[in-house]
């Protein structure tokens, strides 16, 4: 149901994305959206009417250097510090890396947690661990928090609930035990890309509205004649419903529009960056507008255990810097950041001590996570790292309370549970404790 490619790079432990089961398809139509298409008529139908937040997550796979980002320690010897020197933000008292400075005018539209702290430093079990709030373990997979939004909020302005740019990171943050019909909307093409399309959005090349219809009409026709020989079950009598969503998208004009970046002025297209994570941030704005209420963005690279220093200086950093800073900058002009959620985040930290080829490994013993947005208190820095960055030096934090505060913030209650396959109940939350701090009076 879901086009995934492959997507993004194989990391340091050369493990690549495994490969995606397509489930059925749409292929009578010329078109193969999702199943997630079920969705909404699955959830409850009445949910007490409260204040709508959507959310966008920025995840940087492969794991950023919190020292070189937003947790620098200028004052720690040359092989921890590294060689940026640090900035002001226009919140007193807090300093970013100098390659941020977009971002460091910003900053009172986010807050920083620097005292996150995790046992798990491998790639695709932490990027499971970050993306769930549960620990990894092989016997389940665990949902992420967009398909958790999915199951819980469904469709709104007939837009699917849950889109993604690149592939699921290590195949993790998809509906897990929930099943496949909640896994995200996957956009595999590069916005930046003047001929970018979404598949599954515009009509296949050779196909027009009158032979989509046509081929819409054989498959009815097809489906009545199977309905005469054979009894149906409850899931095909209702596939229907969702063959018509399918169509409804594809021929949508809000889908078009909202997919469409040369609406938006060259002005504004370049702050936030003429690069693959700036227009898709510029893209999950406008996704956002239309009714999507998670969007996810998977800005690769951050595995840098060889010329740390270059790599961000040069390529990762400029980009965040633009891509986020005008994320956040753009959504409190337009009056949506009280009601978007951003976060920022990957898998774990990297060492506080510069290894022998400029690089950093794998950290999880500290970790920063920024949000902002959508009712959390900004302009906090909570929590601290010691002097070398390793651990928590005051008030430590688990991955499930940051967890507990996503879904908080949401208005979801972390302690839901859903059953899995074999009716056991699963809290949505593995015991997090929403943080204080960020949360409204």
């Avoid at 419903?241 to 949508?252: E, I, K, M, N, P």
């Amino acid at each position: 149901m879901f086009d995934i490619g492959a997507g993004g790079l194989r990391d340091c432990e050369g493990i690549s994305r495994r490969d995606f089961i397509r489930v059925g398809g749409l292929s009578a139509l010329g078109i193969s959206l999702p199943g997630l298409l079920q969705s909404e008529s699955a959830r409850a139908a009445t949910a007490p009417a409260k204040r709508e937040i959507s959310c966008i997550l920025l995840w940087m796979g492969g794991g950023p250097s919190h020292i070189d980002t937003f947790d620098p320690k200028p004052d720690a010897p040359a092989d921890i510090r590294g060689s940026f020197s640090t900035i002001k933000t226009n919140i007193p008292g807090t300093n970013v890396s100098e390659h941020l400075p977009k971002i460091a005018k910003q900053m009172d539209k986010l807050s920083v947690i620097r005292s996150v702290t995790s046992p798990d430093g491998t790639h695709e079990t932490a990027t499971h661990y970050l993306l769930s709030g549960y620990p990894f373990t092989p016997a389940i997979e665990y949902p992420g928090y967009g398909s958790v939004v999915a199951r819980e909020k469904g469709f709104q302005n007939g837009m699917p609930p849950y889109m993604m740019f690149g592939a699921m990171p290590n195949n993790h943050g998809g509906g897990g035990y929930m099943g496949a019909v909640y896994n995200p909307f996957v956009i595999s093409g590069d916005p930046n890309n003047a001929a970018f399309s979404v598949q599954d959005v515009a009509l296949p090349n050779g196909v027009d509205t009158l032979r989509l219809d046509r081929r819409r009409m054989l498959r009815g026709s097809l489906d009545d004649w199977q309905r005469d020989k054979e009894t149906a079950s409850k899931q095909t009598q209702t596939m229907d419903a969702f063959y018509t969503r399918a169509y409804d998208l594809v021929t949508s004009p809000i889908a078009k529009k909202a997919f469409n970046l040369k609406e938006e002025p060259d002005k504004l297209r370049d702050s936030y960056g003429r690069h693959y994570f700036g227009q898709s941030c510029l893209l999950a704005r406008r996704l956002v507008e239309s009714g999507i209420r998670t969007v996810s963005i998977n800005f690769n690279g951050w595995d840098t255990h060889q010329d740390n220093f270059n790599a961000l200086k040069n390529g990762l950093l400029p980009q965040l810097d633009s891509g986020y800073s005008a994320l956040l900058a753009d959504l409190k002009d337009r009056g949506m950041l009280d009601t978007t959620l951003v976060v920022w985040m990957g898998e774990f930290g990297r060492t506080p001590r510069v290894n022998s080829s400029a690089g950093r490994d794998h950290w999880p013993g500290a970790i920063s996570v920024c949000m902002g947005g959508g009712g959390i208190k900004t302009g906090a820095v909570i929590g601290s790292s010691n002097e070398r960055g390793e651990y928590p030096k005051d008030r430590p934090l688990r991955v499930e309370d940051v967890a507990a505060t996503i879904y908080t913030a949401l208005g979801i209650d972390p302690g839901k549970a859903y059953l899995s396959a074999q009716q056991r109940p699963i809290p949505i939350n593995y015991g997090g404790t929403p943080i204080a701090e960020l949360m409204e009076s």
